[in-house]
């Protein structure tokens, strides 16, 4: 026999098992290098177990590369600082200034910021069909797009994927976008041995999962969640399967949930905002979602944050406007703009609605004013000097000054005349509510 498929089937694993079995010989052989042994001798100690493991039958094939994959693993590969000065390491891009290749990425936000809309769907299909990111952001070059995504539901999924590739000007069924429903467990070696094998079977090089709170931990992990430690074990699983496979991975994650009484919950978002632990640690690069406001039921507008950044240098804040239509009217219209931009235009709306409340509050109160010093003339019934008329309102001059009393007289509310005769002031006027039938007539001196 040659081969093991030519043994019969009872006796030669799944290939899933094979490669579990595989892999720990592969990690034995690491550990025999590191210990300083020949290869030679890590290919007799293979050799061993895996006769004593009675899988030499099949197994006897992979050993020979095992024992070179040991010696690969595990060389220290230092180089002078020459070399290094002289090395370029070119940092290249799915989406300009968003998505760097290569490097572990985190699409967060809080309930409802259409992360998923955007950092997934929109995402993915602008770096299948090459179409700008946003509308704004360009894609450096297309590329083969995995979705995993298992909150949204397909039906949903393909609405919104439907409705983007429109507005693209794209056809979605001509995309080279691969699509699954189910979340795997990605605690559990077969379910990333799965996923190895369709990422290189596909030639997949963005990868998105979507969310990650449903793939990541199993009912024996999800108490971790808070501990650093242990989520850094995890996570470093993720970075070291996307290391294997060459795949830019991209993981959807939510953010904690802000207080509705916390003034701050507009704000734009920060990684230390997201939940669980380690994840602004292990993040590379990112783009987070934020609401600029409560979003209105029914309405379809989005007022939303996005801030991305990342160690290869990008980094930005911006405000996207998004109108996704009405229901059973879906639509994408996007409006990106500078955060800065942003922020001073809402900065004057503020000041001028501080401005329009101080003059409608300066409103209110001088109409109180007008109507006691008028019901104060009217009390009085025949003209009176303004001092009379205040204290007969309980007022101050201070508070009523003489020119209040002029533009009553302008408006018509009052009727001035001059006191002849007074003592005072030469032409003191007198003051009395004028009424209706009296706005006709003229002004006239009375005798005092």
């Known amino acids: 026999?040659?081969?093991?498929?030519?043994?019969?089937?009872?006796?030669?694993?799944?290939?899933?098992?094979?490669?579990?079995?595989?892999?720990?010989?592969?990690?034995?052989?690491?550990?025999?290098?590191?210990?300083?042994?020949?290869?030679?001798m890590i290919r007799l100690q293979l050799t061993v177990m895996a006769t004593a493991q009675g899988i030499m039958h099949w197994a006897k094939y992979a050993i020979p590369e095992i024992a070179d994959v040991g010696e690969s693993k595990w060389d220290v590969p230092f180089i002078d600082s020459t070399t290094f000065a002289e090395t370029e390491y070119p940092q290249n891009y799915w989406i300009a200034d968003v998505l760097a290749e290569g490097q572990p990425h985190i699409n967060g936000g809080a309930s409802k910021t259409l992360k998923t809309t955007i950092g997934v769907l929109e995402a993915g299909i602008s770096i299948?069909?090459?179409e700008k990111y946003l509308g704004v952001f360009e894609v450096n070059r297309t590329g083969r797009v995995g979705i995993i995504s298992g909150e949204s539901g397909p039906a949903t999924l393909k609405r919104?994927?439907?409705?983007?590739?429109?507005?693209?000007?794209?056809?979605?069924?001509?995309?080279p976008v691969f699509w699954c429903f189910d979340m795997p467990q990605l605690s559990d070696p077969e379910a990333i041995?799965?996923?190895?094998?369709?990422?290189?079977?596909?030639?997949?090089?963005?990868?998105?999962?979507?969310?990650?709170?449903?793939a990541l931990l199993d009912s024996e992990s999800a108490g971790q969640a808070g501990n650093v430690f242990a989520m850094g074990a995890k996570l470093r699983e993720l970075s070291a399967f996307a290391m294997e496979t060459g795949v830019t991975l991209s993981l959807a994650h939510h953010c904690r949930k802000a207080n509705k009484f916390d003034p701050n919950r507009f704000d734009p978002p920060e990684l230390e905002s997201m939940s669980m632990a380690g994840f602004a640690e292990w993040a590379r690069q990112w783009q987070l979602f934020g609401r600029r406001d409560a979003y209105k039921q029914g309405s379809g507008e989005h007022r939303l944050w996005?801030?991305?950044?990342?160690?290869?240098g990008h980094s930005g804040l911006y405000a996207i406007?998004?109108?996704?239509?009405?229901?059973?009217?879906?639509?994408?219209?996007?409006?990106?703009?500078?955060?800065?931009?942003?922020?001073?235009?809402?900065?004057?709306q503020r000041a001028e609605e501080k401005e329009r409340r101080a003059a409608s509050k300066k409103n209110e109160q001088r109409a109180k004013?007008?109507?006691?010093?008028?019901?104060?003339?009217?009390?009085?019934?025949?003209?009176?000097?303004?001092?009379?008329?205040?204290?007969?309102?309980?007022?101050s001059d201070r508070t009523a000054p003489n020119e209040?009393?002029?533009?009553?007289?302008?408006?018509?509310?009052?009727?001035?005349?001059?006191?002849?005769?007074?003592?005072?002031?030469?032409?003191?006027?007198?003051?009395?509510?004028?009424?209706?039938?009296?706005?006709?007539?003229?002004?006239?001196?009375?005798?005092?």
Not at 160 to 165: E, Q
Not at 201 to 211: A, G, Y
Not at 416 to 440: I, M, Q, W, Y
């Open 193 to 214: 041995l799965n996923i190895k094998r369709f990422v290189r079977t596909e030639r997949i090089e963005v990868l998105f999962v979507d969310p990650l709170y449903l």
């Open 404 to 448: 209040l009393f002029d533009d009553l007289v302008e408006d018509g509310e009052l009727e001035s005349v001059a006191a002849e005769g007074r003592p005072g002031p030469k032409n003191t006027p007198l003051f009395r509510r004028l009424r209706h039938c009296d706005k006709d007539c003229d002004s006239r001196s009375v005798a005092v």
């Open 160 to 175: 919104n994927a439907l409705t983007i590739c429109k507005a693209k000007g794209v056809k979605l069924a001509d995309l």
């Open 321 to 348: 406007d998004i109108f996704e239509g009405v229901p059973g009217v879906p639509h994408w219209d996007v409006k990106v703009r500078s955060a800065d931009d942003v922020i001073a235009e809402e900065a004057e």
């Open 1 to 40: 026999m040659n081969n093991a498929a030519n043994l019969p089937a009872r006796e030669v694993p799944t290939p899933i098992v094979q490669e579990m079995i595989l892999e720990s010989l592969r990690c034995y052989a690491r550990k025999l290098f590191h210990q300083g042994h020949p290869k030679e």
């Open 369 to 395: 004013l007008v109507d006691r010093i008028l019901e104060a003339a009217e009390a009085l019934g025949d003209f009176a000097s303004r001092r009379q008329i205040r204290m007969k309102a309980g007022i």
């Open 306 to 312: 996005l801030n991305v950044g990342g160690s290869a």
């Open 128 to 130: 299948a069909s090459g």
